[in-house]
């Protein structure tokens, strides 16, 4: 993955140009992500939410699939509360649930207005009960690792849209067709990376921008030190990363060789 992102790049510093525009995306500065509330008190989501709504941010996504729904509704409602009606709430458990826990939180959660509940179990047959269940609109995660996989997930009426990765999918080119084959049967689509800092989210930036993909989930964009961080930083403005305009990936690394005698044998 990291050395076909990296061909990627080199191509598009080749050709003077960003690597969302040499992917055929349009030109724009600015790409929507969202904002994150882990796993914790009724009282911290609350908080978090407070923060998130005073950064700009218009779409904030909570972690769920706890064992206790009603802690994890009351988590959600806590965020709907201090958050207001006008921003946008997804939920993902991470495959947390059995059916009927999934089935009730999807329920419950409905009733709070979320957009999406990601992943909320395991499996192409339970996420398709879960969704014939009703409630909130589900989508795979985990279980859309490739073209195939979602073309799976589709015929089986099992959710009605994916999370794409890039480190899951392994190539540009099979991310390029896990998007078409979403499209093609009629799912949203969003595109995420898993925590791999700045340089991370600056390739799913180019890949968002380049394939269309409208909803990014960019962790790590505005949590890492720049000491600890081997890529330029990226800037987040209004729940929004500016997209870099410069070649390649439009990021520079601070990458440095180490001496000849520490070099491995």
Do not use: Y
């Not at 495959?95 to 959660?109: F, I, M, N, S, T």
């Not at 993909?213 to 949590?223: F, H, I, Q, R, T």
């Amino acid at each position: 993955m990291a050395l076909d992102v990296a061909a990627h790049d080199a191509a598009a510093r080749l050709a003077g140009r960003p690597l969302h525009r040499l992917l055929g995306g349009p030109p724009t500065s600015r790409l929507a992500t969202h904002a994150q509330v882990p796993f914790g008190t009724v009282e911290e989501a609350g908080v978090r939410a407070r923060e998130a709504v005073g950064a700009g941010f218009t779409r904030i996504k909570i972690r769920v699939g706890g064992p206790d729904v009603g802690h994890d509704v009351a988590r959600v409602a806590a965020v709907r509360a201090t958050a207001g009606d006008g921003v946008e709430l997804l939920t993902d458990a991470n495959a947390g649930w059995d059916v009927p826990r999934a089935v009730e939180a999807a329920r419950r959660l409905a009733a709070l207005g979320v957009s999406w509940l990601e992943q909320p179990v395991s499996g192409v047959a339970d996420l398709a009960r879960v969704s014939a269940a009703g409630g909130v609109p589900v989508r795979a995660d985990e279980s859309a690792r490739d073209a195939r996989a979602v073309a799976d997930l589709a015929a089986a009426g099992a959710v009605q849209g994916v999370h794409l990765k890039l480190e899951k999918c392994g190539t540009v080119a099979a991310l390029r067709a896990a998007v078409s084959a979403a499209r093609s049967a009629g799912l949203s689509v969003a595109l995420g990376q898993m925590d791999q800092g700045r340089l991370g989210c600056a390739a799913t930036t180019a890949l968002a921008v380049g394939l269309g993909v409208e909803e990014a989930e960019l962790w790590g964009c505005a949590d890492i030190d720049a000491a600890d961080d081997v890529a330029g930083p990226l800037t987040l403005l209004d729940g929004a990363v500016l997209v870099p305009q410069g070649p390649g990936l439009g990021v520079e690394t601070t990458l440095t060789a180490p001496p000849s005698g520490a070099l491995p044998r």
